[in-house]
């Protein structure tokens, strides 16, 4: 179990954990964070892989229309 910075206790999908192991070493504690908030902020008790699709979609899609 993690646990957000709000003392929430949030539990994570085997799916997705396995994917947060593909995250660059460097960003996944900031990535877990995030997602831990993300799923209590919606009133989630798991990360899932559906998740990380959309918090993933809110951050990379703001770039989107900036490529040539």
């Known amino acids: ?3 957000a910075r709000n003392g929430g206790e949030v539990a994570w999908d085997i799916e997705a954990e396995q994917r947060l192991e593909k995250v ?3 960003v996944r504690a900031m990535a877990r964070q ?3 908030r993300t799923a ?3 009133g989630q008790s ?3 892989v559906a998740l990380m699709e959309e918090v993933k979609g809110r ?3 703001m770039f989107k229309g ?3």
């Open 1 to 3: 179990l993690g646990q």
């Open 24 to 26: 660059p070493a460097p």
């Open 34 to 36: 995030e997602l831990e």
């Open 40 to 42: 209590l902020d919606k």
């Open 46 to 48: 798991h990360v899932t």
């Open 59 to 61: 951050y990379f899609g």
């Open 66 to 68: 900036n490529q040539s």
